[in-house]
């Protein structure tokens, strides 16, 4: 396929699947409806979910500075928040952008070579899908009993038992195949998984780790805690299990990747984990839209400051350089 066609594919495709995602979801609830929702929204639930939001993005940014210390770059932290601000906004106009605009950054104005800079925030991946992934498995074990039964409810047990049976054989196969093959594809996935081990094992290696592993579960734990307290902004949300937020929030932290920054799937999301909880279809969408919007004025508002502000900034520094 020519390149032109694929870079196009990349950056549309993500585009007609959130326009066609806000059109689902507002077809579930009128405008009308979800208006009225914004209206009656308790703003200081709301206000707080967006400041413990800041606290992470933050954090994050304060983070990086642990991975770039060791290679012999002290980067000026306001660099990095303005870097990760922009690297948020920046995705939102095509996925997966902002990771090359952040590295960009710090090459244009700390210095720092873009593989390096890159290399840095493909570990911080790493971390973050460690975390992610124990929030999962933790989730799994708190709610183990009911998304068992739901599953039962819904489904007959020979046949879970059957497709798990099923998943674990065919997780085997292709192990085996993927470590005895010497194809490129197989070799790609070796390198690809190999690159992880390393990567998550090299955090033990660096000299402030046990700072970088507190700065990593506190980002995820504000993360978590945002969604949790936003969801106090709505009345007939305020009774929500801590189980229904723990899927709420996973389900809705994949939808970000998949589009322009979750737009359109992330009400989805919500909606679709919140009725395994019986919870109504109406306030469901209404919070997850509550919840991207504040979120995403978050981001345009301190990203687009960022990116304005950058060149001022170092400005001002090489200035009193001189």
Known sequence: MNKTILKTLKIALPIVLGVFLIWYSLSKVSINELVTYFKNANYSWILLGMFLGLLSHLSRAYRWLFMLEP????????NSIMAVFATYLINYTIPRAGEVARASILTNYEGVPFEKGFGTIVAE???????????????????????????????????????????????????????????????????????????AFSIFKMKKKWAFIFHTLFIWGMYVLMFYVTSFCLPELQSLPFGAILIGFISASFTIAATNGGIGAYPLAVYAAFSIFGIAEEPSIAFGWIMWTSQTLLIIIFGGLSLLYLPIYNRNKAKETI
């Open 71 to 78: 290679m012999g770059y002290n980067v000026k932290l306001p």
């Open 125 to 199: 991946r790493i971390a973050d899908l460690i975390v992610i992934s124990g929030i999962i498995l933790l989730t799994l074990f708190l709610q183990f009993d009911f998304i068992y039964s739901f599953l039962v409810e819904r489904f007959e047990p020979t046949k879970i038992l059957f497709s798990l049976g099923l998943l674990i054989v065919a997780s085997i196969a292709i192990f085996l195949f993927i470590k005895r093959s010497q194809t490129t594809f197989a070799l790609k996935v070796k390198t690809f998984f190999n690159g992880l081990i390393e990567g």
